[in-house]
């Protein structure tokens, strides 16, 4: 039997590597190593090694805190795609769509798009062998159309308003995966960009964005980082770094066994003045929070939304020997102010990540009056004085309730079950050519456009067939956000996602109230620095 490559060992190293292995750690360790060798020897019956490392290794780090995590080889790569920027493959996106697969649309500048696969397309045959009615999943997909760049694979297509098939090889190239999903001009001096992540790229794309939106006559900027749950740390820094003059603290880490670390802005970037509103939520962590953390903090920009997740701990990769990893939390993200960003974890993972439903339970998202913070949360912002909190996450300048008046039991399922969703690719399958020709441009889609009773009924009717129950009272009362949805996913669909941002934004409360302050006096009133 092989063996056992156990967690001692890569610990017993990981202590010698950063300074601070201590005699009574060499002896649990060794003891730990012992008890994985007597179970090796002389149990019973044979032990699956691998699952045992991987087991004793799950629960050592079960026993830290909730952002210390053990990574699997296979699962390796897979996690890091979205962070590095990009995959390897044929570049579309697709969903599974009664059985079939069906191209929600190709990805620019990907392979298949060079070959002209276009939205609405449906996937019969890969290699010849038949994918479509035989209950193909989407890791199926990924392994069958993912492959190295410059290797082939051959697809047959059934098109609207065509009879036969259509071939395509296509030759797998890189995929760009992209982290910010919209930019626009919301007014003729205010740009708005949505950012879902901070990836290796992503100052490039908002560099392009930025430079863009101002050719075209921004003045004062939203950034809406409401959702984006962080990435990498460098990318944080570069963000703040656009947006601060030269020589302000950015963040600071400080661990046991690292020392403070300090980061500091530089005299890059291109947005150093002009009015500045961050929109954030219970879903914006990590560096959503540092980059909120800073400006805040050196009173650069309003803040706008609900009181951020508060993850505020640095965690660093340690390959392991089979070339699995763990992500091993080594110290705090402090904001210039000094507030730590990470919040309590100290009832377990279970009580942590189940936050949100207490912030909902406590009516944190509802009122910012159930929010309470003692004195000695209390900070005070570096240029103004103004009073900041710590304790965890970023509580913004302007709060903004969750909108719960026009939801409903029916519309949740609705958006859960994925009628909305799929009624929109099969309306556009049908009807996209159509659409394209009575609403050329974006414009005349958002003013013209409306979803008919005809429309509410075939959704409707959908719907019971998946089992949701008619409910004539919440149908009425949902009846504006479920048109609203259903006109962003066309949008997304027949141009981009930023015009699913166009729509839904006109009726978002943090949205709209940014617009407002940028024209009001709430800047000038502050003295906020722009």
């Known amino acids: 039997m092989k063996k056992i490559q156990i967690f001692a060992i890569g610990a017993l190293l990981l202590l010698s590597n950063i300074g601070f292995a201590q005699t009574k750690d060499q002896e649990q360790l060794k003891k730990l190593e012992t008890f994985m060798r007597y179970v090796q020897l002389a149990y019973v019956d044979s ?46 996106q697709f969903n599974i769509l009664h059985d079939t697969i069906t191209v929600v649309s190709p990805i620019a500048g990907g392979p298949s798009e060079k070959l002209g696969i276009r ?61 910010m999903d919209a930019a626009y001009l919301a007014s003729p001096t205010t740009g708005y960009i949505k950012l879902n992540r901070f990836a290796a790229q992503s100052m490039n794309e908002v560099g392009k964005a930025l430079d863009s939106l101002q050719k075209n006559g921004m003045e004062n900027l939203i950034l809406d980082l409401r959702g984006n749950g962080g990435g990498y740390l460098r990318t944080a820094i570069q963000l703040a770094d ?46 959503s929070e540092i980059v909120s953390g800073a400006v805040q903090d050196w009173d650069r920009a309003l803040i706008i939304g609900r009181k951020s997740f508060g993850k505020g701990l640095v965690q660093k990769p340690f390959e392991l020997s089979d070339g699995s990893a763990i992500r091993l939390t080594i110290s705090r993200y402090y904001t210039p102010a000094g507030r730590s960003i990470q919040r309590d974890y100290s009832e377990g993972k279970e009580d942590y990540y189940n936050e949100v439903n207490k912030r909902y339970e406590h009516g944190e998202l509802m009122n910012s009056d159930s929010i309470q913070f003692p004195d000695s949360l209390k ?117 981009t996602s930023t015009e699913f941002y166009r729509v839904v934004n006109a009726s978002d409360d943090a949205f709209n109230k940014a617009l407002e302050v940028m024209e009001d006096k709430t800047f000038k009133i502050l003295k906020l620095d722009y």
């Not at 010849?128 to 035989?134: D, F, H, P, R, T």
């Not at 950015?250 to 947005?271: C, H, L």
């Open 242 to 287: 656009n947006f601060l003059e030269k020589d302000k603290m950015i963040v600071y880490t400080q661990g046991k066994a690292f020392p403070r670390d300090e980061y500091r802005s530089s005299n890059r970037g291109t947005f150093k003045k002009g009015k500045l509103v961050l929109l954030i939520d219970e879903g914006s962590a990590s560096a």
């Open 47 to 92: 032990v699956d090694s691998e699952k045992l490392t991987e087991t004793a290794i799950k629960s050592v780090l079960k026993e830290l805190d909730p952002h210390s995590v053990y990574i699997s080889k296979k699962d390796l790569q897979k996690m890091n795609e979205p962070l590095e920027g990009n995959f390897e493959g044929v570049g579309i």
């Open 379 to 495: 900070f005070e912002t570096l240029k103004l004085k103004r009073t900041v909190y710590g304790g965890g996450g970023i509580m913004p300048d302007i709060f903004i309730p969750l909108d719960t008046t026009e939801t409903s039991a029916y519309l949740g399922q609705l958006i859960r079950k994925g009628i909305l969703y799929t009624y929109n690719l099969d309306y556009l399958d049908l009807h996209r050519n159509d659409l394209k020709k009575k609403y050329p441009t974006f414009e005349t889609f958002n003013h013209d456009f409306i979803l008919t009773d005809e429309m509410m009924e075939e959704i409707i009717s959908r719907a019971t067939e998946k089992g949701i129950e008619r409910n004539d009272e919440q149908i009425a009362h949902s009846k504006r956000v479920i048109e609203m949805n259903v006109k962003a996913l066309m949008a997304t669909n027949l141009w």
């Open 119 to 179: 939205a609405g397309d449906k996937i019969i045959t890969i290699d010849q062998k038949i994918v479509a009615g035989i209950g193909f999943t989407n890791t199926d997909v990924a392994e069958h159309l993912r492959g190295k760049k410059g290797t082939k694979v051959t697809v047959e297509i059934l098109r609207s308003g065509e009879t036969e098939l259509l071939e395509f090889e296509i030759t797998r190239d890189k995929i760009p995966i992209y982290s």
